[in-house]
């Protein structure tokens, strides 16, 4: 029988560390993913950013943009953002379509934006 003076064997408190280093390690594990994730977010959102401006820029521009692809590079959050955009006519030729894609320096596509551009109205002037 044991008594109550009797502390825990060693592979008793060997088994506790393992089980606390593995806690441990799946916590710092899950720490670096959540960072990871956090900044991946900010970068995807800024890219979303420069898509929206760039079709806003075309869908409200006095002018209709040349059908076809174009690109170029938007600086925005301190950093240079390449963006393509493909216009298209839809089933009305006055109507376009807009597709813009954004990526970081790296070459990821971040941010990926459609719109749509209604016909102008003609403007008379007398």
Do not use: K
Request: without cysteine; aromatic residues 4%.
């Amino acid at each position: 029988m044991r008594s109550a003076e009797h502390g825990f064997t060693l592979v008793e408190i060997m088994v506790a560390l393992a089980v606390f280093s593995l806690a441990a390690l799946a916590l710092i594990r899950l720490e670096g993913a959540t960072i990871r994730s956090t900044a991946l977010l900010g970068d995807t959102i800024i890219a979303q950013m420069v898509a929206r401006n760039v079709a806003i820029e075309a869908v409200t521009a006095a002018r209709a943009p040349a059908l076809g692809r174009s690109g170029g590079v938007e600086q925005n959050g301190g950093r240079a953002w390449r963006w393509t955009r493909d216009v298209r006519p839809t089933g009305d030729a006055r109507i376009l379509r807009i597709d813009v894609a954004v990526a970081d320096p790296a070459g990821r596509a971040l941010g990926r934006l459609t719109m749509i551009r209604p016909p102008q109205p003609e403007v008379i002037v007398s």
